[in-house]
């Protein structure tokens, strides 16, 4: 389980980059970080899931 949690935390740090880029980046109206936004809140909610199975 440490080395699922190892690799969600690095992709949680490039999802956080990579919709902070997106959201500066892109035109008004453009909605293409949203799928961003999604997979990063489900990375996070897997996390935390498995948090509470290590307590």
Known sequence: MVHLRA??????????LTLSDQVE???????????????LVAAEQALRQLRSLEC
């Open 7 to 16: 690799s969600l935390m690095r992709r949680l740090d490039q999802l956080r």
């Open 25 to 39: 980046s892109l035109p008004f109206g453009n909605e293409a970080w949203m799928q961003t936004e999604r997979e």
